[in-house]
């Protein structure tokens, strides 16, 4: 039993905002994006990368369309500060890319972090320290006045050592670290003294992060805080409001999605959400979630598969499965219902004359990831007939007949539940041909026929093999399916009559092969369903008719 909480946590405060903006606004225009990846994201790495794996994700990040990323952090050590030099050097910085380094409020660190970006064409320093009262008390054992000493002395070195580089053109990012369990006034305060230092205009407006360094309360207080703040801090139009949301709470996208609509100008985050204990907000996932909005993230994630395999291989951690929008498991339904209404979606969307995306349980086009339909349905145990007509006809090019459809599920199911296993296409295709005796032999097994005309009837002249015997067989009818059953009949096949006969191509051109499926009744009530493939129509209705016999 867990213990009494009351004594041990309290609830977070509400933010004293009655006229709060945010909840009638939606969001409808992308944000500037910053990858965290090289800095937030690496600190949090079991194994932090080298600069190969840098190097490697950094092209990843410019490819995908980020235009401002975080490299590092360059006074850490020798590591971060040469892949950070070397980017410079290299000119491998695309004109439209921003590189940011993150920087202590120490002079020391910050020298080291101006040195590191130095001759680049445009670059951003973050300054960051933090600003609650638990950090006040229990890190810095300074009062307000002494932490916001921290933020006043970076922010004139900062500018101190600007000057001295000139050939780079020198953006500013201040994060009051904490700022989520701060109070928002005094975070206003340190921020305020922080402008009058580096002095931003409209045109080169200061960066204002706001990190839900921990998250600890929900995403609604969030967004209350970033409204306040945006309400509050002077000089608003020359300031940008950045997030930087972790996801302690798991509700990291809301608060992002939350914090836009209550005035976020810039969304900072790690692709599939890595980053410090559970991790920064995911950028794809927001990024994707606009998308599915109709709303354009300015983001490229067309290839998501390439993506995950480079942030796997840089970060060493696996994205899971069932991730938002790149799991491997997110487009895949094993259940029957689902794997029915989808199978419906599809047909529904090849009928329809319009782009619109509306198939059920699918919030996304796979294709639009780069994915293909070929996952989206797998047959297990919790299966139902849809899915595994889909696996036939995705696979096979067969078109199941409904009532066939639920015949041959019964197999299915009964495969599912002894192997105790996902089935696989082949699995699947093997019980068709099991189960309707396609190329299999059964009682009665086709080797040859004739269809001769009498007058308006039809006569089949066939030959057999009936209980492993050569025979020829002969029966009369009204046309050629009933003459098969005549002849069925008089060899001890059963009495029965048809109900449902339909047939299709499968394929085009000279390979092409005709499917036929028949459902008989016989004259005790049973139902019997039979399937036929050859490359002739005729041909493969006969067989069908056997497969029928056969099944009894
Ligand atoms: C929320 C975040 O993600 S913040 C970013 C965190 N990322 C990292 O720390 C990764 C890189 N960091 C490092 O490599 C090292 O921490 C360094 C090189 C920056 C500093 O290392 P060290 O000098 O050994 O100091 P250490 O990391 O232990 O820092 C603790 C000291 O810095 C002070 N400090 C912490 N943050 C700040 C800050 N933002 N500004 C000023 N001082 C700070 C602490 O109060 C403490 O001071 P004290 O020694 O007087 O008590
Ligand atoms: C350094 C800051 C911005 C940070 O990563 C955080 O507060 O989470
Ligand atoms: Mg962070």
Redesign the pocket.
């Known amino acids: 039993m867990l213990n009494d909480p009351s004594r041990k946590y309290r609830p977070f405060p509400q933010v004293d905002l009655p006229d709060r903006q945010w909840p009638d606004r939606t969001i409808d225009k992308a944000p500037r994006w910053l990858s965290t990846d090289l800095r937030?994201g690496n600190?949090a790495l079991i194994d932090p990368m080298g600069s190969e794996k840098k190097s490697r994700f950094f092209d990843l990040l410019v490819k995908v369309g980020i235009k401002e990323i975080e490299v590092g952090?360059p006074?850490?050590?020798a590591t971060d500060f040469d892949f950070i030099r070397d980017l410079v050097d290299s000119g491998r910085i695309p004109d439209d890319v921003t590189i940011q380094s993150?920087t202590?409020?120490?002079r020391d660190?910050i020298e080291k972090t101006f040195e590191a970006m130095a001759g680049a064409k445009k670059a951003i320093v973050h300054l960051?320290?933090a600003v609650s009262p638990a950090w006040r008390n229990i890190?810095?054992n300074l009062d307000k006045p002494g932490v916001k000493a921290?933020a006043i002395e970076g922010a004139q070195i900062l500018a101190e050592q600007a000057a001295k580089y000139p050939q780079t053109d020198w953006h500013f990012e201040y994060s009051p670290?904490t700022f989520s369990t701060a109070e928002l006034d005094f975070s206003i305060e340190v921020c305020s003294a922080v402008m009058e230092i580096l002095k931003p205009t409209v045109e080169k407006p200061i960066i204002f992060n706001l990190p839900a360094?921990v998250e600890a309360a929900m995403p609604n207080i969030y967004a209350d805080q970033i409204e306040y703040f945006g309400r509050n801090i002077p000089n608003r139009e020359a300031v940008v409001i950045s997030l930087h949301t972790h996801n302690d709470r798991g509700t990291g996208i809301a608060a992002t999605e939350l914090g836009l609509l209550a005035g976020g100008d810039r969304v900072e985050g790690c692709l599939f959400g890595n980053g410090?204990r559970t991790g920064n907000v995911d950028l794809v996932t927001v990024a994707l979630n606009m998308y599915t909005q109709g709303l354009h993230p300015g983001l490229d994630f067309s290839d998501i598969d390439e993506v995950i395999q480079t942030v796997e291989y840089c970060n060493q951690l696996p994205v899971h499965p069932r991730h938002p929008y790149a799991g491997e498991l997110v487009f895949t339904a094993f259940s029957g219902s689902h794997q029915d209404a989808i199978k419906k979606g599809f047909a529904h969307q090849a009928k329809r004359n319009d782009e619109i995306w509306e198939v059920p349980y699918l919030p996304i086009d796979p294709a639009d990831l780069g994915r293909s339909y070929e996952a989206v349905i797998r047959v297990n145990s919790q299966s139902g007939k849809g899915g595994v007509a889909w696996v036939l006809e995705q696979d096979y090019g067969l078109k199941l007949p409904k009532k066939l459809q639920a015949d041959f599920s019964r197999t299915v199911q009964e495969l599912s539940d002894t192997t105790g296993r996902e089935l696989t296409s082949g699995d699947i295709w093997g019980a068709f041909q099991e189960r309707y005796f396609i190329n299999k032999s059964g009682r009665f097994e086709l080797f040859d026929y004739a269809e001769n005309h009498a007058g308006s009837d039809r006569i089949f002249v066939g030959k057999l093999k009936v209980d492993g015997e050569f025979r020829s067989l002969s029966g009369r009818g009204n046309g050629l399916m009933s003459s098969v059953i005549a002849a069925l009949k008089d060899h001890g096949g059963p009495e029965m009559d048809i109900v449902d006969y339909s047939e299709h191509a499968i394929g085009h051109g000279a390979g092409a092969q005709a499917a036929a499926y028949v459902e008989c009744r016989t004259t005790d009530g049973r139902s019997l369903f039979g399937a036929g493939i050859d490359t002739d129509v005729a041909t493969a209705t006969v067989r069908a008719l056997l497969s029928a016999a056969n099944g009894i």
């Open positions: 937030d600190q952090f006074s850490s050590g993150l202590q409020s120490r660190l960051y320290n890190v810095f921290i670290e360094t410090e």
